[in-house]
């Protein structure tokens, strides 16, 4: 399967903390993806990390990406309680973009 | 709002009803998507057209079928369709290889068949 896989599926945090989610994936890429969804509505694209790429940043998020391991992970810092939402990584293959999507990682901020 | 607009945001249907599902995108895109999304499972790719052509067919059953007249309009006609059907379906637009490689998704259409 292509699809990404991500990791903890629930995690609860409090207001100012850092979260972290992981993501891992089985087949060559050409870019991974994130996208947040707030409950019951679209997926809103974060932030995308090239497969030459190694780190990125977009404000408060921090992503990586490391091929060897067919991994990446997603750094949300001085999380607030509007964070919370389902965040997905999503994977695009080189011949076209197809975007593959995991369960996600659910994300709780406590006020 | 995404530039991706999905009618309607409710649906109750029957099993023996026919309806169908709109999406529209005002992005210029020229590939769209139909996802489907059920409680704890991974967003499920269904549809993928590229064009106005149907480039991905991840073994739907036919009680789905999709059309795209146009590259602004996607439809997913439905008929016949069982309870386990009910679920979240989105429907997404992107640029193809030359453009920027993100998708833009819809407010999704929440399905309940009874």
């Known amino acids: 399967s292509q699809q990404g896989e991500e990791d903890p599926q629930a995690l609860s945090i409090q207001e100012g903390e850092n979260a972290t989610m992981n993501c891992s994936y089985k087949?060559?890429?050409?870019?991974l993806q994130w996208y947040r969804q707030n409950s019951g509505r679209g997926l809103v694209h974060l932030i995308l990390?090239?497969?030459?790429?190694r780190e990125k940043h977009s404000g408060r998020l921090r992503v990586t990406l490391d091929t060897s391991k067919k991994s990446s992970s997603l750094l949300i810092t001085a999380s607030r309680a509007a964070d919370t939402a389902s965040y997905f990584c999503?994977?695009?293959?080189?011949?076209?973009?197809?975007?593959?999507f995991g369960s996600g990682t659910k994300l709780n901020v406590k006020p | 709002e995404t530039g991706v607009t999905q009618t309607p945001r409710h649906l109750v249907m029957g099993m023996t009803n026919k309806k169908s599902l709109k999406c529209e995108q005002h992005?210029?895109?020229?590939?769209m998507y139909w996802y489907k999304q059920s409680a704890k499972k991974p967003l499920e790719l269904m549809f993928v057209?590229?064009?106005?052509?149907?480039?991905e067919n991840n073994s739907v059953p036919s009680r789905f079928s999709p059309e795209c007249p146009n590259s602004s309009h996607l439809f997913l006609h439905l008929h016949t369709l069982q309870p386990e059907d009910s679920a979240l379906y989105l429907c997404?637009?992107?640029?193809?290889?030359?453009?920027?490689?993100?998708?833009?998704f819809g407010q999704g259409t929440r399905l309940t068949v009874v």
């Open positions: 997404a637009s992107s640029q193809d290889l030359t453009g920027r490689p993100e998708a833009f």
């Open positions: 087949t060559s890429i050409n870019n």
């Open positions: 990390i090239r497969s030459n790429e």
């Open positions: 999503a994977t695009a293959a080189y011949n076209f973009n197809k975007f593959y």
């Open positions: 992005l210029g895109h020229n590939a």
């Open positions: 057209y590229s064009l106005e052509e149907r480039v």
